[in-house]
């Protein structure tokens, strides 16, 4: 079977499809992150980071197919002077449609990221001073609970 551009934008609509729905699971997972960082649950936050990036290597995995795929049909609609235009067909209107909800994902997804980010450096900068000051009441302690160095009483006698 020969392959057709209009076949492989229909493979890569599915690739779409499929990374728009990882998207979709992304968006939920950082909106639980954000949750667990409100409520300082340091397991959950991890737990939601490590399936994030699976998803994150999945998507990684469908870019490679994208991109290949993709490079493939751009060379040879450059390369044809006359043939049909696959540009008005149903699929690529809805790889188009597909491609724009991706980017309205990613910003949604960025834009909580920013707000998660900016809730952690708060949480560190509260930890670092917390240590800060339990490292001041270290030296404190220390200095208050020295021993005194005991040296041998000195007398003087006067009969001389």
Do not use: P, W
């Not at 795929?69 to 790889?95: E, F, H, P």
Request: overall charge neutral.
């Amino acid at each position: 079977m020969e392959r057709t551009v209009d076949n492989d934008i229909a493979t890569i609509l599915q690739y779409a499809r499929k990374k728009r729905d990882r998207f979709v699971e992304i968006l939920g997972i950082t909106k639980k992150q954000t949750e667990a960082l409100s409520q300082q649950s340091t397991d959950k936050l991890m737990e939601y980071i490590q399936e994030k990036q699976q998803h994150i290597d999945a998507i990684n995995r469908l870019d490679e197919k994208f991109n290949s795929l993709y490079d493939n049909i751009r060379q040879r609609l450059d390369g044809a002077a006359a043939g049909k235009d696959s540009k008005g067909t149903s699929d690529y209107n809805c790889l188009v449609e597909v491609i724009s909800d991706i980017r309205d994902l990613m910003k949604q997804i960025y834009a909580i990221e920013q707000k998660n980010n900016e809730m952690i450096a708060s949480k560190v900068e509260g930890l670092k001073q917390k240590i800060q000051d339990v490292n001041l009441q270290k030296k404190s302690r220390v200095a208050y609970n020295q021993e005194m160095e005991t040296t041998g009483g000195v007398f003087i006698d006067n009969k001389s």
